[in-house]
């Protein structure tokens, strides 16, 4: 039996139901009239989840325009949203409103809900992938082989900072592939800003040996004169040995 309640902060004016409908006293409009029998609002969904949210102006504190249709139903049969916590759905339907299948609970426990019934875009099933999975395999690739990460990021016509966390395994967590050390990109071939290899690196230490001065270096390399002389005093670019 479908039942209804009022809306908590809403003066009366919208009620949710049981079965996850929501319905209104008040015609359309900013300027709405008062209506003898209750209206059901039409739900849209939102992408690229899916979950549903009807226009009901002037509901809640901050008179929001539009409203996520499950929290309306929790609002009005289990109460406002503890602090931390956020609306889900059991099985993982964002179109199934039911209260039974609602409940509020941490993003983590809604993140977890989401892997597990397969509705979180990963990977080339997001609307907002630029690679695939065989281009991510490919990163990781050159990544563990040094390549600057500059360099890689130029060649999938992507930032560095995407670069950097596909390296790292931060994105694209279901792909296989190396991952890099936690310092990985703070030293080095990857940082962001590097312009040196390794080879560089090694080439400018034994001509420094050999009598070449930093400036003459950083001007043959195309670096900065300080950037160079740490690496070759081994102040950066520790890592790398002769």
Same mark, same amino acid.
């Given at each position: 039996?479908?039942?209804? @309640?009022?809306?908590?902060?809403?003066?009366?004016?919208?009620?949710?139901?049981?079965?996850? *409908?929501?319905?209104?006293?008040?015609?359309?409009?900013?300027?709405? *009239?008062?209506?003898?029998?209750?209206?059901?609002?039409?739900?849209?969904?939102?992408?690229?989840?899916?979950?549903?949210?009807?226009?009901?102006? /002037?509901?809640?504190?901050? %008179? *929001?325009?539009?409203?996520?249709?499950?929290?309306?139903?929790?609002?009005?049969?289990?109460?406002?949203?503890?602090? /931390?916590?956020?609306?889900?759905?059991?099985?993982?339907?964002?179109?199934?409103?039911?209260?039974?299948? =609602?409940?509020?609970?941490?993003?983590?426990?809604?993140?977890?809900?989401?892997?597990?019934? %397969?509705?979180?875009?990963?990977?080339?099933?997001?609307?907002?992938?630029?690679?695939?999975?065989?281009?991510? &395999?490919?990163?990781? @690739?050159?990544?563990?082989?040094?390549?600057?990460?500059?360099?890689?990021? $130029?060649?999938?016509?992507?930032?560095?900072?995407?670069?950097?966390?596909?390296?790292?395994?931060?994105?694209?967590?279901?792909?296989? /592939?190396?991952?890099?050390?936690?310092?990985? =990109?703070?030293?080095?071939?990857? $940082?962001?800003?590097?312009? =040196?290899?390794?080879?560089?690196?090694?080439?400018?230490?034994? =001509?420094?040996?050999?009598?070449?001065?930093?400036?003459?270096?950083?001007? &043959?390399?195309?670096?900065?004169?300080? /950037?160079?002389?740490? $690496?070759?005093? %081994?102040?950066?670019?520790?890592?790398?040995?002769?």
């Amino acid at each position: 039996m479908e039942t209804w @309640r009022t809306i908590p902060d809403t003066d009366g004016l919208y009620e949710a139901s049981n079965e996850g *409908r929501i319905r209104s006293w008040r015609s359309p409009g900013r300027w709405g *009239r008062m209506l003898t029998e209750p209206m059901i609002l039409e739900p849209k969904a939102i992408p690229p989840y899916g979950h549903l949210r009807v226009n009901a102006a /002037g509901i809640g504190p901050n %008179g *929001r325009r539009y409203e996520q249709v499950h929290r309306l139903v929790l609002l009005a049969f289990v109460g406002p949203c503890p602090p /931390g916590m956020e609306g889900c759905h059991n099985d993982g339907d964002p179109s199934n409103n039911r209260l039974e299948n =609602l409940r509020w609970d941490t993003a983590k426990s809604n993140g977890r809900d989401k892997v597990l019934h %397969g509705t979180v875009p990963r990977g080339e099933s997001s609307n907002l992938a630029e690679l695939t999975e065989g281009d991510v &395999r490919e990163i990781r @690739r050159l990544a563990a082989e040094l390549v600057p990460l500059r360099l890689i990021a $130029a060649q999938f016509d992507v930032d560095d900072k995407t670069v950097g966390a596909i390296a790292h395994g931060r994105t694209w967590t279901h792909v296989d /592939g190396p991952r890099l050390a936690g310092d990985a =990109l703070r030293r080095g071939v990857l $940082a962001p800003t590097a312009k =040196l290899t390794p080879d560089i690196v090694r080439e400018a230490r034994r =001509l420094h040996a050999e009598g070449a001065t930093f400036t003459e270096l950083a001007e &043959r390399f195309g670096v900065s004169r300080p /950037g160079l002389t740490n $690496a070759i005093r %081994g102040k950066s670019w520790a890592h790398v040995t002769d």
